[in-house]
């Protein structure tokens, strides 16, 4: 399995701290978050694609072609233009069972129960789940849940408060194949980008996805308070 990494993004909602540093290389707990983001997958996987665009080269220069003995290629999003661009961006890396990650996400612990169901007879990929009571993103991916935590349907709503529930958190396993078609399949939101939640959909309602929840606590590093939250949670406090 290989690891597809999104870390193309502008982070202008993290402004001013990302004015003078790139999103991926900001600061936690004395290392930079994207650190943080691939500490959780590499365990798991044989190696890491990382998708890069603004301020590409200083990431590069800071990670390199490994991280923790996986091996790093690059792939480049020119435009950006949505996650589910971002994914075909890197096609010439996607084969086989691709895990794949914003690289904006922080983890305590691994994703190891993503991994370990994504390997279950009958299931063609896991989703990565966050239980919430609101909503605060932009758009959101509402997850139906079976008992079983099959994943009947996913509805991407835009500027709507989701009632309490499960939503698409930023990581999940895929048939690599299969994820290209369906992102290939996607059209323009109405944000101007190809939406990864809209292939995930697709997805869904081809095959088996099975949702799962964190061993622990994830957090969606966007805003400053995001930051100082996930600084503080690595501190311990």
């Given amino acids: 399995m290989d690891a597809l990494v999104f870390a193309a993004g502008r982070g202008t909602r993290l402004r001013p701290h990302t004015d003078d540093v790139p999103k991926p290389l900001l600061q936690v707990a004395g290392e930079p978050l994207l650190a943080h983001c691939l500490r959780a997958a590499v365990d798991y996987v044989d190696r890491i694609v990382l998708v890069v665009g603004y301020r590409d080269a200083e990431i590069e220069a800071r990670f390199g072609d490994e991280f923790s003995g996986i091996p790093i290629e690059y ?10 661009h971002a994914v075909l961006a890197a096609e010439e890396y ?6 794949t990650i914003n690289g904006d996400n922080v983890f305590e612990g691994d994703l190891s129960g993503l991994v370990d169901r994504h390997h279950e007879p009958g299931v063609d990929g896991t989703v990565l789940l966050d239980r919430v009571e609101r909503n605060e993103a932009e758009a959101t991916a509402r997850c139906d849940l079976a008992e079983d935590g099959t ?15 499960y939503i698409a958190a ?7 194949t299969a994820l290209l078609d369906a992102c290939r399949s996607v059209e323009r939101s109405k944000n101007d980008e190809y939406e990864l939640t809209e292939a995930l959909a697709s997805l869904v309602e081809q095959g088996r996805y099975v949702g799962v929840e964190p061993d622990g606590w994830h957090l969606n590093v966007n805003t400053p308070a995001d930051l100082d939250e996930a600084r503080r949670r690595f501190a311990g406090e």
Avoid at 75 to 82: I, L
Avoid at 170 to 176: I, R
């Fill in 170 to 176: 930023g990581a999940q396993t895929h048939d690599g």
């Fill in 75 to 84: 792939a480049r999003q020119e435009s950006r233009e949505g996650l589910a």
């Fill in 151 to 165: 994943i009947r349907g996913i509805e991407t709503a835009v500027g709507e408060a989701p009632e309490a529930g």
């Fill in 94 to 99: 996607v084969e086989g069972d691709v895990l």
